[in-house]
């Protein structure tokens, strides 16, 4: 089944492309904004979702957003970032996570899984702890530090911990872990799977020649380096419905945060070649991201220096990949305002648009976005219960500020 979609092959909508609706396989989205993964490190010990996590993705659902990413749920316990990551790993996470879903879909929205492996950036602090590797101090708390796993031994940042380089065992094992996190999202109601394979986690250490030293059949060249992740999209598809969508987070290439010179590490070029290769084994989407693989964050550093951070700064390797191959994507980055995400969409660079931070400043994004494209001059798309009450609210000369 083709989940290709071309955009000047599709319905022309008489309002704003951002609002029209698409589908992927079976799954139907309701506009294209979708709620970006953001962790949110709120889990409870065991890696659990509680009545935090239901208030805080139900509110996007209910904010207008077509598509409601969780966080990463981590597939294996090593592969956690901080110890309040939320889990996928077992069955008990599946019924927490139903309650999720199900409010999501009721609220109109498509309810998607970030499934996750911290790999060389596992094991650290919470980001307003320090963001560092966990320490003696976390540990006297009942939080210790374990070894993280990656393509090769290494540290991620200065000072944080040195992985362990993984065994063709540890390889099949977390293949294995992939592939029992899907059955257990479809168990818990999901209806897409996001790969976070980016921004130097366990993924991204396989793939970029910065990270993966490898000389056997996982490393050596692009091919070996490519190859966890295409087997890792074989065993999704064998075990995620055949009608419900995957999407692939990819930096699309690397920043370094360490040095101030170009290098030769992964490329724009690569990322058209591993998509290929991914739409092959039945992945649907690129969820284009760039940087991370080395230090703590992906935006930061030598990103923030060579581009400024600039609004859109990412969407060009949404299109250069949309264009390449003619597989969807979907556009991440200071995406600001419906304008912006507007004219992402209609000049056919990206088929979804993800909005995070700005989606924390504002769950009802969406929404607002819809008013100032002049596409909900009635309060229509609001719930009733919100809806009326904004009409009053116009209806009576209240000004329409917004901070």
Not at 390 to 399: C, N, P, S, T
Request: hydrophobic residues 40%; contains cysteine; glycine residues 10%.
């Amino acid at each position: 089944m083709s989940s290709v979609h071309k955009l000047e092959e599709m319905p022309q909508p008489s309002g704003p492309r951002l609002l029209s609706p698409f589908r992927l396989r079976d799954v139907s989205f309701r506009n294209r904004v979708v709620l970006s993964p953001m962790q949110v490190y709120q889990a409870t010990p065991d890696g659990l979702a509680n009545d935090w996590h239901l208030q805080h993705l139900g509110k996007f659902a209910v904010g207008g957003f077509g598509c409601v990413v969780t966080e990463g749920l981590i597939v294996d316990p090593v592969g956690r970032a901080t110890w309040g990551d939320l889990g996928i790993w077992s069955d008990d996470h599946i019924a927490p996570l139903r309650r999720i879903t199900d409010f999501v879909r009721s609220a109109g929205a498509v309810p998607a899984a970030q499934l996750h492996h911290a790999g060389p950036k596992a094991a650290r602090q919470r980001p307003w702890e320090g963001f560092g590797p966990l320490t003696e101090v976390e540990a006297a708390r009942g939080e210790p530090a374990w070894v993280p796993l990656s393509s090769s031994a290494d540290r991620s940042a200065p000072g944080w911990h040195l992985t362990r380089e993984m065994t063709l065992d540890d390889i099949e094992a977390v293949i294995a872990a992939y592939g029992a996190a899907a059955r257990r999202a479809d168990s818990a109601g999901f209806d897409v799977i996001d790969i976070h394979a980016a921004h130097g986690y366990l993924l991204h250490s396989f793939l970029s020649p910065v990270a993966n030293r490898r000389t056997d059949g996982y490393g050596a060249d692009i091919d070996g380096r490519m190859r966890l992740l295409l087997e890792i999209a074989e065993t999704l598809r064998a075990n995620w419905p055949e009608g419900k969508a995957i999407f692939f987070r990819i930096s699309c290439v690397d920043w370094r945060a360490d040095i101030e010179e170009p290098f030769d590490g992964w490329t724009i070029e690569d990322s058209c070649r591993l998509t290929r290769e991914l739409h092959r084994r039945g992945v649907d989407l690129i969820d284009c991201s760039s940087g991370g693989i080395r230090g703590a964050t992906s935006m930061s550093g030598a990103a923030a220096k060579r581009t400024g951070l600039k609004r859109g700064f990412q969407v060009p390797y949404a299109a250069a990949i949309r264009r390449e191959t003619g597989v969807p994507t979907m556009a991440v980055g200071v995406i600001l305002d419906g304008a912006q995400a507007e004219g992402i969409i209609a000049r056919g660079e990206a088929d979804l648009v993800a909005i995070g931070r700005e989606a924390l400043f504002d769950p009802h994004w969406v929404l607002h976005a819809a008013r100032d494209l002049g596409a909900d001059e009635d309060w229509a798309l609001w719930p009733p219960s919100y809806g009326w009450w904004l009409a009053a609210r116009e209806r009576i000369g209240i000004a329409q500020e917004r901070g």
